[in-house]
């Protein structure tokens, strides 16, 4: 789900979200963001049913520290403060057991549902950003989570009202419910990350303090890897570092009251993966509830925009 140079004057870039119109490209690199990261979801629970998910996730952090090294070298190799640095480590230990947790549910219940249980994070996010950030909340950035919110239970109702679950599938639903609440903190410390920092200085550094962290319990868990394997967790890694880009671009720019809502598409998403790589089926209740998830992000880009011209 972040660094920064001693250049302070970088940390002006945020100044472009109260330009009339400004919101329409970070809503759009956010949504991009979304998408690339829910291919890598797929990706990485392909890869963890076959190896484990620590070791899937030490893969995938060393493979996409190693594709954003160049780009770190391109940029004059930034490096952040001491304070900046603290930064960067406090979000890799959230986004190590957001992660961790996510994908061993991931690997006990559909995608989909996944997805869906997750979307208790950004209404959560909503209120840690006026706690932590001082952002304040305008009641239509309220109300277009509330109805992304109403999209989420009207395809659970779809999803979930006639089954029972599992005894794994219980635990992978409480792993999942787990991993919100970290994602919810994640997404603040993204909007923090993303005013100290550039797009490849997170990136760079996300991905080390990531790969380093997993590697310290490594011994735990290691699996040895087939060749198919190393091969799906590069492709993760490859995905998830092009999210991180977009999204720390997105963030940088616009607030996170205003972005948060983008992140209920990622349900849509999942839906279209599941249903191509796990055989899931797409219902008329997961369209109907999607409708209302986009029609949610878009009265959120629209408070922006407006409030962006007073």
Same mark, same amino acid.
């Given at each position: 789900?972040?660094?920064r140079?001693?250049?302070?004057?970088?940390?002006?870039?945020?100044a472009?979200?109260s330009?009339?119109?400004?919101?329409?490209l970070?809503?759009l690199?956010?949504?991009?963001g979304?998408?690339?990261?829910?291919?890598?979801? %797929?990706?990485?629970k392909? %890869?963890s049913?076959?190896?484990?998910?620590?070791?899937?996730?030490?893969?995938?952090?060393?493979?996409?520290?190693? !594709?954003?090294?160049? !780009?770190?070298?391109?940029?004059?190799?930034?490096?952040?403060?001491?304070r900046?640095?603290? /930064?960067?480590?406090?979000?890799?230990?959230?986004?190590?057991?957001m992660?961790?947790?996510f994908f061993?549910?991931?690997t006990?219940?559909?995608?989909a549902?996944?997805i869906?249980?997750s979307?208790?994070?950004? $209404?959560?996010?909503? @209120?840690?950003?006026?706690? +932590?950030?001082?952002e304040?909340?305008?009641?239509?950035?309220?109300?277009?989570s509330?109805?992304? $919110?109403?999209?989420? !239970?009207?395809?659970?109702?779809?999803?979930?009202?006639?089954?029972?679950y599992?005894?794994?599938?219980? /635990?992978g639903?409480?792993?999942?419910?787990?991993?919100?609440?970290? =994602?919810?903190?994640?997404l603040?410390?993204?909007?923090?990350? %993303?005013l100290?920092?550039?797009?490849?200085?997170i990136?760079?550094?996300q991905n !080390? $303090?990531l #790969?380093?962290?997993f590697?310290?319990?490594?011994?735990l @868990?290691w699996?040895?890897?087939?060749?198919?394997?190393?091969? /799906?967790?590069?492709?993760?890694?490859?995905?998830?570092t092009?999210?991180l880009?977009f999204l720390?671009?997105?963030?940088a720019?616009?607030?996170?009251?205003? +972005? /948060?809502?983008?992140? =209920?598409?990622?349900?849509?998403?999942?839906?279209?993966?599941?249903?191509?790589f796990?055989g899931?089926?797409?219902?008329? #209740?997961?369209?109907?509830?999607?409708?209302?998830?986009?029609l949610g992000?878009?009265?959120?880009?629209?408070?922006?925009a407006?409030?962006?011209q007073?």
């Amino acid at each position: 789900m972040a660094t920064r140079s001693n250049r302070p004057s970088r940390a002006v870039a945020p100044a472009a979200a109260s330009r009339p119109g400004s919101a329409v490209l970070p809503v759009l690199a956010v949504a991009a963001g979304i998408g690339v990261f829910s291919m890598m979801d %797929a990706a990485m629970k392909a %890869a963890s049913l076959a190896m484990g998910v620590g070791t899937a996730l030490l893969l995938r952090n060393v493979f996409a520290a190693l !594709l954003t090294l160049p !780009l770190w070298l391109a940029a004059g190799r930034p490096l952040p403060t001491r304070r900046v640095l603290i /930064v960067h480590a406090q979000r890799a230990g959230i986004s190590a057991a957001m992660a961790s947790l996510f994908f061993y549910g991931l690997t006990r219940i559909p995608m989909a549902e996944g997805i869906a249980l997750s979307f208790i994070s950004p $209404i959560i996010a909503l @209120y840690l950003a006026s706690l +932590l950030l001082g952002e304040r909340i305008r009641p239509r950035a309220i109300a277009a989570s509330l109805l992304g $919110i109403v999209g989420v !239970l009207v395809i659970g109702a779809g999803r979930f009202g006639g089954g029972t679950y599992s005894h794994e599938a219980l /635990v992978g639903t409480l792993a999942i419910l787990a991993s919100a609440m970290f =994602y919810a903190v994640n997404l603040v410390f993204q909007r923090k990350q %993303a005013l100290l920092a550039g797009p490849v200085e997170i990136a760079q550094f996300q991905n !080390l $303090i990531l #790969a380093l962290i997993f590697l310290a319990f490594s011994p735990l @868990y290691w699996t040895v890897p087939d060749t198919a394997g190393v091969a /799906v967790t590069f492709i993760g890694g490859l995905l998830a570092t092009m999210a991180l880009l977009f999204l720390s671009w997105g963030y940088a720019r616009a607030e996170a009251q205003v +972005l /948060v809502p983008i992140e =209920y598409t990622a349900f849509g998403w999942a839906a279209l993966l599941g249903w191509l790589f796990f055989g899931e089926t797409i219902s008329i #209740a997961t369209l109907a509830g999607t409708a209302m998830i986009v029609l949610g992000c878009w009265i959120g880009t629209q408070n922006h925009a407006k409030s962006s011209q007073v």
